[in-house]
């Protein structure tokens, strides 16, 4: 790509320098480092950080469609129905046809008898909470804010 900027054609580069005040690096970066901590505290509960995320978002807000969870996830159909199938086999969901629209299906969050639905909410507060500790609350409510303002884009 050619920066032609002010009529400049050279080919536009990234420096050092560039590349670590990058938004998109560090934002990058700190996505890998959330996600292996969390993957690591999920997995004695044998999810996965997505898994989590879909039955988090499933019990707060409820049923929902297929096809908005997945807008909502911005994620492929391939990862996603990869995950709605190992959450349904492990009772988590349940998929149901919905009503007046058999092309679209319904997914059903399932209350668990024991303990374990409180016990992954609470590794998944801990977790959050361990990575933004070195964040003020109001730090990380800007950065809420901010997210939220490039990915409503």
């Not at 997505?50 to 978002?57: G, K, P, R, S």
């Not at 049923?63 to 969870?69: A, I, K, T």
């Not at 996603?80 to 149901?96: M, N, Q, V, W």
């Amino acid at each position: 790509m050619r920066d032609t900027r002010n009529g400049n054609t050279r080919p536009r580069t990234i420096s050092s320098t560039r590349l670590s005040q990058s938004p998109a690096d560090q934002l990058g970066t700190a996505f890998r480092r959330l996600n292996a901590a969390f993957t690591g505290a999920l997995k004695p509960h044998g999810l996965t950080p997505l898994d989590a995320n879909i039955v988090m978002i499933l019990w707060v807000d409820g049923s929902m469609r297929v096809g908005m969870l997945q807008k909502r996830l911005a994620i492929n159909s391939s990862t996603f129905t990869g995950a709605l199938d190992r959450l349904e086999k492990a009772g988590f969901i349940e998929r149901k046809p919905a009503p007046g629209d058999r092309r679209a299906t319904i997914l059903e969050p399932l209350r668990l008898a024991d303990s374990r639905q409180a016990d992954i909410e609470a590794v998944l507060l801990d977790t959050e909470d361990l990575f933004f500790s070195g964040l003020t609350t109001s730090e990380q409510k800007e950065l809420a804010r901010l997210l939220h303002k490039v990915t409503s884009v």
